[in-house]
């Protein structure tokens, strides 16, 4: 398992470099999905663990 850490510190270069994907206020720990406007609160103490992928067809990464 990554640490929380890590994972948040992963999350928040992932969102800079993709800002018309996701916007995150790590402050308050709340992502904004851009093309939806939904937001998500994160607690993370409760995130057991991240993985980093690549879209077998854009080849862009994403986070899960």
């Known amino acids: 398992m ?4 890590e ?3 992963r999350v928040r270069q992932w969102s800079e470099l993709h ?3 996701v916007l995150y206020d790590d402050d308050a720990a709340v992502f904004l ?5 939904k ?3 994160v ?3 409760d995130v057991a663990g991240f993985e980093e992928k690549i879209h077998p067809e854009s080849g862009e990464s994403y986070l899960v």
């Open 19 to 21: 800002p018309t994907a």
């Open 2 to 5: 990554n640490s929380v850490a």
């Open 39 to 41: 937001s998500l609160r």
């Open 33 to 37: 999905d851009v093309a939806s406007g």
């Open 7 to 9: 994972a948040r510190s």
């Open 43 to 45: 607690a993370w103490i």
